[in-house]
């Protein structure tokens, strides 16, 4: 397939477009800014700012992509939080920019909507009981959380009404090689080599209760793959795994595999109230696209800290 690829200069995007070309499609990158170093193998990039739907028509109507990867966004929920405004504009707007620009210029074109497990919310859904299937009722906690949900269902809607190839995914936290800080893995890393350098020390963090089911990005762009291969148009599908870590032991985790001693300090500008992601239902993506987590998170800490360190300092 021709995969046009938006956000493809963003740190799941770069993975993302690295899966597709190495599986044989061909990939067609889209983000804001073309980046100075481009991933090999790209068949083109367009500048594309998904606010603007004049200019999303426009590249879709001149590559006529087979297939859409969607993934052009606000991922940082703080930021989302800090600019309420631009987060819908992006995140939701920004979608209904592709999909109408596939209504009118490209109908044949199958489009993955990337939005996110936030759509639940955190409300203990799932938390000791059954895990949260696609067609549990959403209900987001945070504004990152309602624009996608707002996106998930412009999409699904756009499948059912316009008879447009549709279908989204919903993927809990994820990191790995090339994620950068603000968000809490790379942050976590980059402030434990800071002291390492020095021989230890205290480290400010956020809330170490809250619990997350970090997945490696490199099992999400898969499941982004195997979804425009075998997805259903229409459904939305999960994508997460069953093992949770709470922030505290991720930190406790990373610390022991640079062997340094830290004490820790909780910075009121940082923390956030105790949550924990929801386990969610995978059936339906195993099902119909036999995708399951390869990596766990001690393998993906090992691939960040080996593309962080220098050669021998591991």
Not at 7 to 28: D, I, K, M, P, S
Not at 215 to 236: H, I, N, P, Q
Not at 294 to 308: G, N, P
Request: aromatic share 4%; proline share 5%; glycine share 8%.
């Amino acid at each position: 397939m021709r995969v046009l690829v938006t956000g493809a200069a963003g740190f799941a995007g770069q993975h993302a477009c690295r899966e597709l070309t190495a599986h044989g499609h061909t990939v067609l990158a889209a983000d804001v800014a073309i980046p100075e170093e481009k991933p090999a193998g790209i068949a083109a990039w367009e500048e594309l700012d998904v606010c603007d739907a004049g200019r999303c028509r426009d590249v879709v109507a001149r590559h006529q992509p087979d297939a859409c990867l969607h993934i052009a966004g606000i991922a940082f929920v703080p930021n989302a939080e800090a600019a309420s405004s631009r987060v819908f504009r992006v995140n939701t707007l920004g979608t209904v920019h592709m999909l109408d620009a596939a209504v009118g210029v490209c109908p044949g074109m199958r489009t993955l909507v990337v939005t996110t497990s936030e759509v639940y919310g955190d409300d203990g859904r799932g938390q000791a009981g059954t895990p949260l299937r696609e067609d549990t009722p959403l209900a987001p906690r945070n504004l990152y959380g309602i624009s996608k949900m707002a996106a998930d269902q412009c999409a699904l809607l756009y499948a059912r009404t316009r008879n447009l190839d549709v279908l989204t995914a919903r993927p809990s936290n994820h990191t790995g090689p090339g994620q950068r800080p603000p968000f809490v893995v790379p942050a976590f890393v980059e402030r434990l080599l800071a002291l390492r350098s020095v021989g230890g020390g205290t480290i400010r963090t956020g809330n170490l209760s809250s619990a997350r089911r970090f997945l490696d990005v490199r099992d999400v762009v898969r499941a982004y793959r195997l979804l425009l291969e075998k997805g259903r148009s229409g459904e939305a599908y999960n994508i997460s795994t069953a093992q949770s870590c709470k922030i505290g032991d991720l930190l406790a985790l990373l610390a022991q595999k640079l062997q340094i001693e830290v004490e820790t300090e909780v910075d009121p500008k940082l923390y956030r109230p105790t949550d924990s992601t929801a386990a969610l239902d995978l059936t339906k993506i195993q099902a119909d696209c036999g995708w399951q987590a390869e990596y766990d998170l001690s393998e993906t800490l090992d691939a960040m800290l080996a593309a962080t360190l220098p050669a021998g300092r591991a």
